[in-house]
């Protein structure tokens, strides 16, 4: 069992790696889509015996992070008529290095950390970091909005799967409740795109900095 | 008296069996297009015709043209011998072997380059720049990968580290050794060997104005080099250890029709890559051997 996690997990480190080394925004949203697939399933993964509740947030979360979302994702990118994100603040290169050296140090940095003796064998804390670093260099690095936010929802999958290390302790329903927010975060950023597309008539964010008659 | 008859035997080999990877490739490459392609054998027509032309020479060229295509030459096939062929070991084995092959390799590329620019002509120096500059990544990248086997073996004897690991580990530097086998040996999705356009040529730019015996010098070492690439993947990543030796011999003929075939899909199906691209692709080549090493490492120490 603890095999399998630990396969899904380096599967979601190398889409990580993928999603900082991709130009083109179809390619960013599918890494995105099956990297939360691929962290939805683990909840089934984790518990030993059938619970209803567990299954159903985690074919929610597949259905939210591997269609709701890249479909609301794809057509605001249809919308505003953007294939790719082109002139990056922190080049691919750099950003791949970037991601890769973060991911080496997380994994190097986890054995150091005081972990619970069940979580010690399992890539999940170093999983979730390395996603978290690689969101925030998604973040930081990219210039166009819907890069942002795949982004952010790659934050999120790491923070998810943060999450999972308590699973026994914390309700699901928290879990239910982000991803509730999340999908209509994305709803409403789908909108905005479109609206800053409108108004701008491009989806620099650097250009969102300065006034606007 | 063995050991003599066994060197020629293994001399014979590499040196008859490489010429037929490139006709292999190029059959595949025909095959998926639908035409019926060169025979498997041209590239033995080819040498045998350049080893029967004249050389032209520069007036400006020293004797480092010549000597260049013979240094890269001999470097290869005695890298190519360094390498344990499955079973049979290798015929000459020490500690340390693998840095040697690897400067072997690094040698050869002097010897090539070295021999481009003799000439003084533009093309050349380019085509050398470039080579030159891709190899800066490709050989960390191979390095990293010899890296890893030693790490895993704990030892840095070829015929010792040539026993691969399982699993995700084995996976990553297959496919890390297969990226760097593409841009060593100049194939598709870093340079194109059947272009002819000057300005988009790597390999091929730097051998434009050599001519005859020592032209065909530079080819048959390039097959060579390429089996030699083809023979270190498949010995890294499939473990022969594990049969008896002729089913380990016929396993490693296999795994090289397989990756050759594989090659030949490579060429057919991507494009070339844009320059400005493929610093990308080699650095995911490095991450994938590091990542392998990490693995290696980390299973190491459990």
Redesign the interface.
């Known amino acids: 069992m603890n095999s399998m996690v630990n396969l899904l997990i380096g599967l979601a480190m190398g889409l990580n790696l993928i999603a900082l080394a991709s130009s083109r925004l179809p390619a960013l949203i599918t890494a995105m889509a099956v990297q939360g697939m691929a962290l939805g399933a683990m909840p089934l993964l984790l518990e030993h015996h059938f619970d209803w509740m567990v299954s159903l947030v985690a074919v929610c979360t597949i259905a939210g992070k591997g269609f709701v979302i890249p479909y609301l994702l794809r057509r605001a990118m249809r919308a505003a008529n953007i294939e790719r994100d082109m002139e990056p603040t922190i080049g691919y290169v750099p950003s791949l290095l970037l991601g890769a050296g973060g991911t080496i140090a997380v994994v190097a940095m986890a054995r150091a950390l005081p972990l619970l003796p069940e979580h010690a064998g399992s890539l999940m804390v170093p999983g979730a970091l390395a996603s978290v670093l690689t969101g925030f260099v998604l973040l930081i690095g990219r210039t166009k909005a819907i890069s942002q936010v795949c982004g952010y929802l790659i934050l999120e999958n790491g923070i998810y799967l943060f999450g999972l290390l308590l699973i026994h302790v914390t309700p699901l329903f928290v879990e239910a409740g982000i991803l509730l927010d999340l999908t209509v975060g994305v709803f409403v950023i789908g909108i905005i795109v479109d609206r800053i597309q409108r108004a701008f008539d491009t989806l620099d964010t650097r250009k969102l900095t300065t006034l606007h008659e | 008296m063995i050991v003599i008859v066994e060197t020629i035997a293994r001399l014979a080999g590499w040196l008859l069996l490489a010429p037929l990877l490139p006709g292999i490739i190029n059959k595949v490459k025909a095959w998926v297009a639908g035409r019926r392609g060169p025979p498997v054998l041209q590239l033995y027509y080819d040498l045998g015709r350049l080893w029967q032309r004249g050389v032209v020479l520069s007036s400006l060229a020293s004797p480092g043209f010549i000597a260049g295509p013979a240094v890269a030459w001999v470097a290869i096939v005695g890298a190519a011998l360094l390498l344990p062929l499955g079973p049979a070991g290798a015929l000459l084995s020490f500690r340390g072997d693998a840095l040697l092959v690897i400067y072997l390799l690094a040698l050869a590329r002097f010897g090539t380059a070295w021999a481009a620019m003799e000439t003084g002509s533009a093309f050349e120096g380019m085509g050398t720049a470039r080579e030159v500059s891709y190899a800066v990544l490709a050989e960390a990248a191979i390095i990293t990968a010899m890296l890893t086997l030693s790490v895993h073996a704990q030892s840095i004897t070829l015929v010792e580290m040539l026993t691969p690991a399982s699993g995700?580990g084995a996976v990553l530097l297959g496919a890390g050794l297969f990226t760097v086998l593409l841009v060593e040996n100049c194939r598709v999705p870093f340079d194109d060997p059947n272009t002819h356009l000057e300005l988009t040529m790597i390999h091929e730019a730097m051998i434009l104005d050599h001519s005859g015996p020592p032209l065909a010098a530079i080819l048959h070492g390039a097959s060579v080099k390429l089996l030699l690439f083809v023979v270190l993947l498949t010995e890294s990543v499939v473990p022969l250890g594990h049969f008896s030796g002729p089913v380990a011999c016929a396993v490693l003929a296999l795994g090289v029709l397989t990756v050759t075939v594989g090659v030949g899909l490579v060429e057919s199906l991507l494009a070339r890559l844009a320059f400005r691209r493929v610093?990308?692709l080699l650095?995911?080549a490095i991450?994938l051997c590091?990542?392998a090493l990490?693995v290696a490492w980390?299973g190491g120490a459990?």
């Open positions: 995700v610093p990308l650095t995911t991450l590091l990542f990490l980390k459990a």
